[in-house]
């Protein structure tokens, strides 16, 4: 199937490592021209070069800057803008469950989750849907969690940030339609890569694929971050040019609940 996504200008945050890195890659094999970033240095390099090998250095970019400080919105702005005239494509894929307290009610780490989580994607909308609207076309993707969908053990302020991003697909959507702009939002399950939070649980508690995964996931493992960016990269498409305001669930069956 041809998605259509042929020199079309893509940007993916947080997409040095993980379901970032993979959603920029299947950009990148569908023709697309893609900017990748991370905070990073050294990850972010490597991560470039690998990709540059495989797809050409004429269709990657990239941005290194912690994009949950506006500054590095702007920043990063004015860099995507320098050499696009605009974006088509945004995914907003910056996210973090890692606590740093086991206290589920301090506020500090509610301000942290919802910065991280929220207020981030906030911030990145906020700059970028005035340049999109401009062109009257475009599509936006949100990645919350199964966590903002129902109880997990999450810590709450992750998965309140999470909740909130389904409210904001649902609002933003009705409000940028008359733009041409679709915004949909991916809701993924367990997702194991090397250097992600899933490796340093396993490492700790080596246990919780048989306690965890095995009992509460259907299908009995963890996803692949390719398993998530092929619906991330499907939905931005063409071939999804109907589809705005929606929730995919890629979970392995794991949630219990039917419809939001």
Do not use: H
């Not at 990073?40 to 050409?56: A, F, H, P, R």
């Not at 401009?134 to 599509?139: F, L, M, P, T, V």
């Amino acid at each position: 199937m041809d998605l259509n996504l042929k020199n079309k200008n893509v940007l993916v945050t947080a997409s040095s490592s993980g379901i970032g890195r993979a959603t920029a890659e299947v950009f990148l094999q569908e023709g697309a021209k893609v900017i990748i970033n991370g905070r990073n240095e050294d990850k972010l390099t490597g991560t470039v070069k690998e990709l540059s090998l495989k797809y050409g250095s004429g269709n990657i970019g990239s941005f290194r800057g912690d994009i949950t400080k506006i500054e590095n919105i702007k920043s990063l702005k004015k860099f995507v803008l320098s050499k696009w005239s605009g974006v088509d494509i945004l995914v907003s894929n910056l996210g973090s469950g890692k606590p740093l307290s086991n206290n589920k009610l301090s506020v500090s780490e509610w301000e942290r989750f919802l910065d991280i989580n929220l207020l981030s994607p906030v911030k990145l909308l906020d700059e970028f849907v005035p340049v999109m609207k401009k062109y009257k076309s475009g599509s936006i993707i949100l990645i919350s969690s199964i966590t903002g969908l129902e109880r997990t053990g999450a810590p709450y302020g992750y998965a309140a940030a999470k909740s909130s991003l389904l409210s904001l697909t649902s609002n933003l959507c009705a409000e940028l339609a008359d733009f041409g702009i679709r915004v949909n939002c991916i809701v993924p399950g367990n997702v194991y890569f090397k250097g992600g939070r899933w490796e340093e649980i396993l490492r700790d508690q080596p246990e919780i694929k048989d306690k965890y995964i095995d009992k509460e996931v259907p299908l009995k493992r963890f996803a692949d971050p390719y398993e998530i960016a092929r619906s991330i990269v499907f939905l931005s498409s063409g071939c999804s040019s109907f589809t705005t305001g929606a929730v995919l669930v890629i979970d392995g069956g794991q949630t219990r609940r039917y419809g939001l």
